[in-house]
């Protein structure tokens, strides 16, 4: 099987990764397996450049083809927020369950129907003496006011999907990978990976 490396410390994410790429043949390492200690500096302002910054940092180091996650929550009713700031959005340790009680309570009062908004997921890919590149993915949804589901990570209990009738943390992995933005941003890597990644051996 060929390996591929995923620059993320997100647990969520690698099961996510590994739902994807395992039916397309490949073997998901994360930084876990292969450089538990880094842990980037997301100092980019947008999920591109914060996906680029990830996925160079630990090519660089490692001298491997990688790629790297940036994503995060857009709520149409709070401006965008929490964007780029989804993992850190209560502040403090990062905590999903903070950051999912810090986004219900600014949405107290919001009706049903202006509570819309995106997961959108940015790929990047960085390889050795290869000019990285990146691709995207979004999923639309509404925001719950409370909890619903117990699979998923981060604010899949919170993320209803409306052509399903449930959130993302009440779909099995394969369901939430059919829909997910980060799904979708894989769909588009497709068939770019087997050149990015041949001598991930
Ligand atoms: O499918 C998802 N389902 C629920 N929540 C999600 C999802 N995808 C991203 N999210 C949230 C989690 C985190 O609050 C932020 C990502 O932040 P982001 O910096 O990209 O990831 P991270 O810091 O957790 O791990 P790392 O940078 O090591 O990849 O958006
Ligand atoms: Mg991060």
Known sequence: MKRVIIATQNKGKAKDFETLLTPLGYEVLTLRDVAEDMDVEETGVTFE???IIKAEAVSEALQIPVIADDSGLEIDALGGEPGVYSARYAGGEKSDEANIDKVLAKLDGVMEDERTARFRCVLAVAAPNKKTIT???TCEGNILSERRGEN????DPIFYVPT???TLAELSPEEKAAVSHRGN???NLKDALPEWL???E
């Open 164 to 166: 399903l009738g449930k």
């Open 198 to 200: 041949d001598n991930a």
């Open 185 to 187: 941003a894989i769909r």
């Open 152 to 155: 998923g990570f981060g604010y």
């Open 135 to 137: 691709v995207s993915g």
């Open 49 to 51: 450049e914060n996906a």
